[in-house]
T-cell receptor
Framework: QKEVEQNSGPLSVPEGAIASLNCTYS??????FFWYRQYSGKSPELIMFIYSNGDKEDGRFTAQLNKASQYVSLLIRDSQPSDSATYLCAVIGGSSNTGKLIFGQGTTLQVKP | EAGVAQSPRYKIIEKRQSVAFWCNPI?????LYWYQQILGQGPKLLIQFQNNGVVDDSQLPKDRFSAERLKGVDSTLKIQPAKLEDSAVYLC?????????????FGNGTRLTVT
């Protein structure tokens, strides 16, 4: 079982729709969860982080965390073509506090005009 | 704030040759990471430094890869000898403290092609 799992996609949504990206993780002790966006040929850039169960909103982005289900998601409202990218879920934690960030394989999002 | 600097941006070498990458983290960031990202995959942690000490190198192929962070600032990652499967983007990242609540900031990466 991979430590962090994502559906590689591609996930295709029309412009203006809500894109829902999902991620599961195996280490129940994980404490911090991050979403990075990566455009083709570019390095990952941080979009959101969440530490507590529930929802966290930042503009058009909402991160949702459910530690009991070991599930974290990212919702993108009013999707734009410029949102087309690979979205990487990353997890820190477990029993250590070393900041070791483990990535999923990423979900490719395509927003069609 | 200046970001994480990496060089070179691109490198093409033949198998069995050696190569080195350089990284300068964000000023004041104690923790430095080297990740390997193979095309179509998520980044994989190779080594993590806290200041000039190694925190985690469990996935570093130590028979051919080495890394150092002298004086707790700049870092170099070396591959010797390179194999075809080392073709990837090598990403350097830094964070303020390395704790669980300290986000990573990535450099632009070095794209390595081994022929």
């Amino acid at each position: 079982q991979k430590e962090v799992e994502q559906n590689s996609g591609p996930l295709s949504v029309p412009e203006g729709a809500i894109a829902s990206l999902n991620c599961t993780y195996s280490d129940r002790g994980s404490q911090s969860f991050f979403w990075y966006r990566q455009y083709s040929g570019k390095s990952p850039e941080l979009i959101m982080f969440i530490y507590s169960n529930g929802d966290k909103e930042d503009g058009r982005f909402t991160a949702q965390l459910n530690k009991a289900s070991q599930y974290v998601s990212l919702l993108i409202r009013d999707s734009q073509p410029s949102d087309s990218a690979t979205y990487l879920c990353a997890v820190i934690g477990g029993s250590s506090n070393t900041g070791k960030l483990i990535f999923g394989q990423g979900t490719t999002l395509q927003v069609k005009p | 704030e200046a970001g994480v600097a990496q060089s070179p941006r691109y490198k093409i070498i033949e198998k069995r040759q050696s190569v080195a990458f350089w990284c300068n983290p964000i000023s004041g960031h104690a923790t430095l990471y080297w990740y390997q990202q193979i095309l179509g995959q998520g980044p994989k942690l190779l080594i993590q430094f806290q200041n000039n000490g190694v925190v985690d190198d469990s996935q570093l192929p130590k028979d051919r890869f080495s890394a150092e962070r002298l004086k707790g600032v700049d870092s170099t990652l070396k591959i010797q000898p390179a194999k075809l499967e080392d073709s990837a983007v090598y990403l350097c990242a830094s964070s303020f403290s390395g704790g669980n609540n300290s986000p990573l900031h990535f450099g632009n990466g070095t794209r390595l092609t081994v022929t």
